[in-house]
């Protein structure tokens, strides 16, 4: 159980182009979803936190307007880089939470990530 | 704010041996949750053990060990009979307390790169 699905793995794009990325839970209502950035040999950074039909939280320093999420429903968040350039290529992993598990605190549970090369 | 320091970029064990990773941490929260994660060259997060601030015991997962030490804020995986698949990076994250529908935030470490030899 508690399996996280994330779409596409692989993504390139040309510079100015908007990607979509789907992060879906598959057995579990996810009332919290959390997307991360993760360059190579490197940890991961919180970009957003975001709890179904409400607005995400944004980390210090990321920009909302570049990168929109939105958790429509219990099951999928999307993350929106828009106009992307370069410097936007990483990993973007995606975690999600169905509230407190047997040991009374919010597991995440994590995606397989997307790599996206911007050109 | 919390931090978390991991303080060995790389590390790495001879098979079958035991290998210590290092953590510390820093909050001012009394109630909060330690976790050590594993991403394979796959890059999928693993989790591998977590513990309980509110527990004294530490936390034992077949082969792998913790050392809580919370006055010291610190937190140590050890890793026994260390096998050819635990090669990958290992992150130590902090979670402090949150209410059931909000989610609680990870803060990560920097990661330790462990390499297991032949």
């Known amino acids: 159980g508690a399996v996280v699905s994330q779409h596409p793995s692989r993504v390139i794009c040309k510079s100015g182009t908007s990607v979509k990325i789907e992060c879906r839970s598959l057995?579990?209502?996810?009332?919290?979803m959390f997307w991360y950035r993760q360059f190579p040999k490197q940890s991961l950074m919180l970009m957003a936190t975001?709890?179904?039909?409400?607005?995400?939280?944004?980390e210090q320093g990321v920009e909302k307007d570049k990168f929109l999420i939105n958790h429509a429903s219990l099951t999928l968040s999307t993350l929106t880089v828009t106009s992307a350039h370069p410097e936007d290529s990483s990993f973007y992993i995606c975690?999600?939470?169905?509230?407190?598990?047997?040991?009374?605190?919010?597991?995440?549970?994590f995606g397989p990530g997307t790599r996206l090369t911007v050109l | 704010a919390q931090t978390v320091t991991q303080s060995q970029p790389e590390m790495s064990v001879q098979e079958a041996e035991t290998v210590t990773l290092s953590c510390t941490y820093d909050?001012?929260?009394?109630?909060?949750?330690l976790f050590w994660y594993k991403q394979p060259p796959s890059r999928q997060m693993i989790l591998v053990i977590r513990?309980?601030?509110?527990?004294?015991q530490n936390a034992t997962e077949n082969r792998f060990s913790v050392n809580f030490q919370k006055a010291a804020k610190s937190f140590s995986l050890k890793i026994s009979d260390s096998q050819l698949g635990d090669t990958a990076m290992y992150f130590c994250?902090?979670?402090?307390?949150?209410?059931?529908?909000?989610?609680?935030?990870?803060?990560f470490g920097q990661g330790t790169e462990l390499s297991v030899k032949p």
């Open positions: 975690s999600a939470s169905g509230g407190w598990t047997s040991g009374g605190y919010n597991e995440q549970f």
């Open positions: 057995d579990f209502q996810a009332t919290t």
């Open positions: 975001s709890n179904e039909g409400s607005k995400a939280t944004y």
């Open positions: 909050t001012s929260e009394s109630n909060y949750y």
């Open positions: 513990q309980e601030a509110y527990k004294q």
């Open positions: 994250a902090f979670m402090e307390s949150a209410p059931y529908n909000q989610g609680g935030k990870l803060i």
